[in-house]
């Protein structure tokens, strides 16, 4: 099993900053992808940035400039650096990976309890 467990989200005001970081635990073999969703009251779960195994990244339009993703490997944590927060950020975010249990597992989605963040106008 893989356990991820986010922590960083909280109240701000417009302008300000957070730092949300997520950590994969388990019998993880190896984990590829790793990434930042979010999911704001009555609204589907969206994207917020990935990161892959080599380091590219990719980031929602609403984010581009402002949120940065990073990863440390050998620690299996994923980070997302959050500036300039506008009231629309505040949603409950979400740390995912895609690993495998052991060299010859299919790889796997794996999901955090989520962590909120709210952003006061």
């Known amino acids: 099993q893989v356990q991820l467990v986010e922590s960083g989200g909280g109240l701000v005001q417009a302008g300000g900053s957070l730092r949300l970081s997520c950590v994969a635990s388990?019998?993880?073999?190896?984990?590829?992808?790793m990434g930042w969703y979010r999911q704001a009251p009555t609204k589907q779960r969206e994207l917020v940035a990935t990161?892959?195994?080599?380091?590219?990244?990719n980031y929602a339009d609403s984010v581009k400039g402002r949120f940065t993703i990073s990863r440390d490997k050998a620690k299996n944590n994923v980070y997302l650096q959050m500036n300039s927060l506008k009231p629309e950020d505040t949603a409950v975010y979400y740390c995912?990976?895609?690993?495998?249990?052991?060299?010859?597992?299919?790889?796997?989605?794996?999901w955090g309890k989520g962590t909120q963040v709210t952003v006061s106008s």
């Open positions: 388990g019998n993880i073999f190896r984990i590829s992808n």
């Open positions: 990161i892959t195994y080599g380091g590219s990244t």
């Open positions: 995912s990976c895609k690993g495998r249990l052991g060299p010859w597992e299919d790889e796997s989605e794996y």
